[in-house]
């Protein structure tokens, strides 16, 4: 079994084309994926796909980047996150590539879901992306993660430095990596994924977007995750197998999700 920790199946392309799409991730046996929420306007979508798929579920969040949407409020996500079938808050975190320079208004959202996240208990999934300090700085701030007693979640789509990875892990993050992986550019970051305890692993794809090497000019979709969990098997020296039980495990355990839901 391989889990997609990560995508955007009611988004975009793959919102036109889901059954097909779902039928694919049962065909190679992607038998669950976190369909994860950019705004609270999509939010509704997410939901529907998670409430009537076996195997899916749903966050609720607001990404970095988006501008002119509803601005979330503590009491708003956590009322939203009440859903038995919303395991997530996210995505969210801080985006100073799309967005500059950077802005107050970023941050203050970034910190409004951290509090919803450790008020609710769910974790959180954070995007970070050229901004890993202040990233980190913020959680540590808010006091995100289990050493704080508060909850952690997943840095997702990694593609920091070992540095960073560190001091995610060190407040109890998991490290979620992407196609990102597969590309040939990625040493660094190959490195990186040599380095993370098992028990702190997932795979995604982030998909529609960053598809994997071996797909590269096609629409990524949760299918290809197995291609993450082939690179990931190379760089830990494990077959694919042993990679995607492993995943698997982390996800259920993170999420607090019965492998039968
Ligand atoms: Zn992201
Ligand atoms: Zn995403």
């Given amino acids: 079994m391989y889990i997609d920790s990560h995508c955007h199946l009611h ?5 036109k084309r889901q059954d097909e799409v779902l039928e694919r991730m049962a065909d190679n ?13 999509d939010f509704p979508d997410a939901l529907k796909l998670a409430r009537r798929q076996k195997g899916i579920h749903a966050t609720v969040g607001v990404h970095p980047n988006p501008q002119g949407v509803e601005e979330p409020t ?3 996500i956590i009322a939203l996150a009440q859903e038995p079938k919303v395991v997530a808050i996210g995505e969210t975190g801080l985006d100073y590539y799309r967005v500059k320079p950077k802005q107050k208004w970023q941050m203050d959202r970034f910190r409004v879901q951290i509090r919803a996240s450790r008020i609710c208990g769910k974790p959180l999934v954070i995007h970070t992306r050229d901004a890993a300090e202040d990233t980190i700085r913020i959680l540590q701030e808010e006091g995100a993660g289990i050493n704080k007693g508060g909850c952690a979640g997943v840095m997702h789509c990694f593609n920091e430095d070992l540095a960073t990875a560190r001091a995610a892990l060190d407040m109890g993050f998991y490290i979620s990596f992407s196609g990102i992986l597969t590309y040939p550019a990625s040493k660094e970051l190959r ?7 098992l028990d702190r692993l997932l795979i995604e794809t982030d998909s529609p977007w960053l598809t994997p090497q071996a797909y590269r000019g096609k629409t990524n979709e949760p299918a290809y995750v197995i291609e993450v969990a082939k690179q990931l098997a190379a760089v830990r020296g494990m077959s694919v197998d042993k990679a995607a039980e492993i995943t698997a495990q982390n996800y259920f355990r993170l999420f607090g999700i019965d492998p039968a839901a």
């Avoid at 988004?11 to 919102?15: E, G, K, N, T, W």
């Fill in 11 to 15: 988004l975009r392309d793959l919102a």
């Fill in 29 to 41: 046996q992607v038998d669950h994926a976190l369909c994860v929420c950019i705004s609270l306007e």
């Fill in 74 to 76: 503590v009491e708003r």
């Fill in 191 to 197: 490195k990186v994924a040599g380095y993370v305890p």
